[in-house]
């Protein structure tokens, strides 16, 4: 089986930083596009950031020049920098990655979520 894990969320003040990352582990052959997701309650999963397995990024305009999304294909891990975070990034953000396991199954996957507050 295949599972997306993430951490690095919590509690920050507006104007400050947190790195989330997302760590892939299982029946692994390949992983291709990996992208982070954010959801308010009551509303739709908003697309954040992704990164193609050649590197090619695209950053929602809603946190361009603020966020940055890398990852390390050796580690099997993605990264989301997160600056000057403002009260309206507030969310539960999910990892996502398109990955054909070892049985060449390419599917999306998800990981379960990690709380971003953004208050004073």
């Known amino acids: 089986q295949v599972q997306l894990v993430e951490s690095g969320g919590g509690l920050v003040q507006p104007g400050g930083s947190l790195r989330l990352s997302c760590a892939a582990s299982?029946?692994?052959?390949?992983?291709?596009?990996m992208a982070w997701y954010r959801q308010t309650p009551g509303n739709q999963r908003e697309q954040v950031a992704t990164m193609a397995l050649g590197g090619s990024t695209n950053i929602a305009d809603s946190v361009k020049g603020r966020f940055i999304i890398s990852r390390n294909n050796a580690e099997r891990t993605a990264y989301l920098q997160m600056n000057s975070l403002k009260p309206e990034d507030t969310a539960v953000y999910y990892c996502?990655?398109?990955?054909?396991?070892?049985?060449?199954?390419?599917?999306?996957?998800w990981g379960q979520g990690t709380q971003v507050i953004v208050s004073s």
């Open positions: 996502n990655a398109n990955i054909m396991r070892l049985d060449f199954v390419r599917s999306d996957y």
């Open positions: 299982g029946t692994i052959f390949a992983i291709y596009t």
